[in-house]
């Protein structure tokens, strides 16, 4: 009688441990910070948002022939002083590029970032009304016609990430160079595009990175390459 009381007894002590044990686990769990959660999910968002993007940059019909799917190119109204912009053309725009006709479709991109206001798209549609430039490319009449659409707010910095030099050989040891601007090349003057971009999140107490492809090179649909001539 007496085990059996005493079994009993110890039964009772380990439920209550593991109620215990649940209840102390299921209370930190719906005290956790809400806020680095919502942090979290809106850098992956907005990674995710910039890989599928970037991911559907064809060539215009508007640029030159040979033209690559993503390039750098300064928006109207920007200085020739000033670093030119990560360019890229969608025929479809996202749901998130929205004009007074409704979803923008035939869009040309530029990668903005601006310090204490986050990462944002300057664009234009080929359905609005273009003229053409110094360079014979069309464009909006006035830098006031180019769309601004906020990405995020929380972006604090981006960095430019090349693979080995921009004249190394196949047969040169590459390495990883990341940098705060666009590599330039003093005796030309024109800039490289890099390989991926690395955008730094800010929030108090806690920073996070995402990196992000440039798919500059792609194949035709049927995968066969046209060999030059």
Not at 8 to 37: F, H, K, Q
Not at 77 to 99: H, M
Not at 106 to 122: I, K
Not at 171 to 199: A, M
Request: charged share 30%; glycine share 6%.
């Amino acid at each position: 009688m007496v085990e059996v009381l005493l079994a009993l007894a110890i039964g009772g002590l380990v439920l209550t441990a593991a109620t215990s044990l649940l209840v102390t686990i299921s209370r930190a769990w719906a005290e956790r910070p809400a806020t680095r959660d919502a942090f979290d999910a809106h850098v992956n968002g907005v990674a995710h948002f910039m890989t599928a993007v970037l991911e559907e940059a064809t060539p215009s019909a508007l640029t030159k022939a040979g033209d690559q799917a993503i390039s750098l190119k300064s928006p109207v109204g920007y200085s020739d002083t000033e670093d030119p912009l990560i360019y890229f053309f969608l025929r479809e725009g996202p749901p998130l590029l929205v004009w007074p006709n409704g979803p923008a479709g035939r869009v040309h991109c530029y990668l903005y970032f601006e310090e204490g206001e986050g990462l944002s798209f300057l664009w234009f549609s080929e359905f609005q009304e273009l003229e053409k430039n110094d360079k014979g490319e069309l464009e909006p009449e006035d830098e006031d016609e180019l769309f601004k659409t906020l990405i995020s707010p929380l972006c604090d910095q981006i960095f430019y990430c090349y693979y080995g030099d921009e004249d190394a050989d196949s047969d040169d040891i590459k390495e990883w160079e990341i940098l705060e601007d666009l590599d330039e090349n003093i005796e030309s003057g024109k800039y490289r595009i890099p390989d991926f971009i690395k955008i730094v999140f800010k929030w108090p107490g806690e920073d996070l990175e995402r990196t992000i492809t440039l798919p500059i090179r792609k194949l035709s649909p049927s995968g066969v390459v046209e060999e030059p001539l």
